[in-house]
């Protein structure tokens, strides 16, 4: 079974720039996550749909960030514009979802952004 | 491979000898924890998790023990490999089934051949 994939794996961008990620959850999860990583510190919530709504965007810095899961499958989450402080890494999950037996979040491999 | 920040807490171990990772999470009410595991340029992996009415829970090669009055967690590996290295990551939930995970900061864990 093929895991959460994301790209790019990697994006060089000058500040100011706009910056879109992909990821494709596993099949049949209808619990979506993106989250932001830090130079050694752990994991922070974005935003989580379930199916094709969003219902924790509370961490999202709406004023430059965005994100879609239009169909209830594939995501993107765009920057617009970067900052030298959205260096970071971008990982999306995904899980069963509500009503499942099983809560176990599934990690891509994340996509990291430099901004110059 | 990936750096990681140099304020990370690390852990050296030989190769074969027990490990013993300890995490101190915040939230008297979570409910649920678990240790992820990160090896360089990959995403984070589940490796085990316990729930609040229990204080200990096994898997293969890994124990991981809950001290509520405490809030203390910590991650035992047995017989350590060199795949053990990696950053380990403790997290808690409000609650089983709440799906919002609150990471901890991770532990680099190096096994020493």
């Known amino acids: 079974e093929a895991g959460v994939v994301q790209s790019p794996r990697y994006k060089i961008i000058e500040k100011k720039q706009p910056v879109a990620f992909w990821c494709n959850p596993i099949?049949?999860?209808?619990?979506l996550y993106w989250y932001l990583q830090n130079l050694g510190q752990g994991p922070e919530l974005l935003i989580r749909y379930e199916n094709e709504e969003a219902v924790d965007d509370s961490q999202l810095p709406k004023d430059r960030f965005s994100a879609e899961r239009l169909k209830g499958v594939d995501s993107t989450l765009k920057i617009q514009p970067a900052e030298l402080g959205d260096s970071a890494v971008y990982l999306c999950?995904?899980?069963?979802?509500?009503?499942?037996?099983?809560?176990?979040?599934?990690f891509g491999p994340g996509t990291r952004l430099t901004v110059t | 491979g990936e750096s990681v920040g140099l304020h990370l807490p690390t852990l050296s171990v030989q190769e074969g000898d027990n490990s013993i990772i300890n995490c101190a999470y915040s939230?008297?009410?979570?409910?649920?924890f678990i240790w992820y595991k990160q090896e360089s340029g990959k995403g984070p992996q589940f490796i085990i998790d316990i729930r609040s009415n229990m204080d200990k829970r096994q898997g293969q090669r890994v124990t991981v023990l809950l001290n509520k009055t405490v809030k203390h967690l910590s991650l035992q590996i047995a017989a350590t490999q060199p795949g053990d290295s990696a950053v380990y990551f403790c997290?808690?939930?409000?609650?089983?089934?709440?799906?919002?995970?609150?990471f901890g900061t991770g532990t680099r864990l190096t096994i020493i051949p």
């Open positions: 939230n008297s009410a979570s409910d649920y």
């Open positions: 099949s049949g999860h209808n619990t």
């Open positions: 999950a995904s899980s069963q979802g509500q009503g499942s037996l099983s809560y176990e979040q599934y």
């Open positions: 997290a808690e939930n409000i609650a089983f089934g709440n799906e919002k995970l609150t």
